[in-house]
């Protein structure tokens, strides 16, 4: 089974910062399967991007995703308030679909 | 407008079992592969199980493997959980997820395992 961890568990920025939220495999992740969440309180997760880099349906272009093999990213070019939630990977690539342990995004 | 709506959750004592129901529409269900994820109070998400469109390829979360089991039925667009042997760590919500990656979601249901 693929191990996903993610840093930091907690990110403190302001509105207006740029955001960088890592993702590290712990094997290769077959043909870039990753995707990233958007979770706030109460709601059900919104995929953001897939394929590591690919950004899904509706999502704004400050969300942006890198990385191949085992080292992935999310970059939140610059935070608005409604971003400011928990954010998790996600592996494809396997027949075990796992997430990461998620690092969320609070206001500084 | 896609919609996924879970039901059949509630209080069960260890080693009960339920069976949970995702009942889709908006989408052309038998097209999709489909997910469960759950998720336990305060803590992050777990992938539980996998099902494809046809029902012929499955995969689960080695914690549930044994104990839960996934199906779905095409002409009726749904998605059913039967799970037995519950335990207190299956306490979650649980929600069912379209497609690989999860491109959309319920808004879950809530099980609890508890004497």
């Known amino acids: ?108 | 407008e896609v919609q996924l709506v879970e039901s059949g959750g509630g209080l069960v004592q260890p080693g009960g079992s339920l069976r949970l129901s995702c009942a889709a529409s908006g989408f052309t269900f038998s097209s999709y592969e489909m997910n469960w994820v759950r998720q336990a109070p305060g803590k992050g998400l777990e992938w539980v199980s996998y099902i494809s469109s046809s029902g012929s390829t499955i995969y689960y979360a080695d914690s549930v493997k044994g104990r839960f089991t996934i199906s779905r039925d095409n002409a009726k667009n749904s998605l059913y959980l039967q799970m037995n042997s519950l335990r207190a760590e299956d306490t979650a919500v649980y929600y069912c997820a379209r497609g690989v990656p999860n491109l959309s979601w319920g808004q879950g249901t809530l099980v609890t395992v508890s004497s």
């Open chain 1, 1 to 108: 089974e693929i191990v996903l961890t993610q840093s930091p568990g907690t990110l403190s920025l302001s509105p207006g910062e740029r955001a960088t939220l890592s993702c590290r495999a712990s094997q290769s992740v077959s043909s870039s399967y990753l995707a990233w969440y958007q979770q706030k309180p109460g709601q059900a997760p919104r995929l953001l991007i897939y394929g590591a880099s690919s950004r899904a349906t509706g999502i704004p272009d400050r969300f942006s995703g890198s990385g191949s093999g085992t080292d992935f990213t999310l970059t939140i070019s610059r935070l608005e308030p409604e971003d400011f939630a928990v954010y998790y990977c996600q592996q494809y690539g396997s027949s075990s679909f796992t997430f990461g342990p998620g690092t969320k995004v609070d206001i500084k």
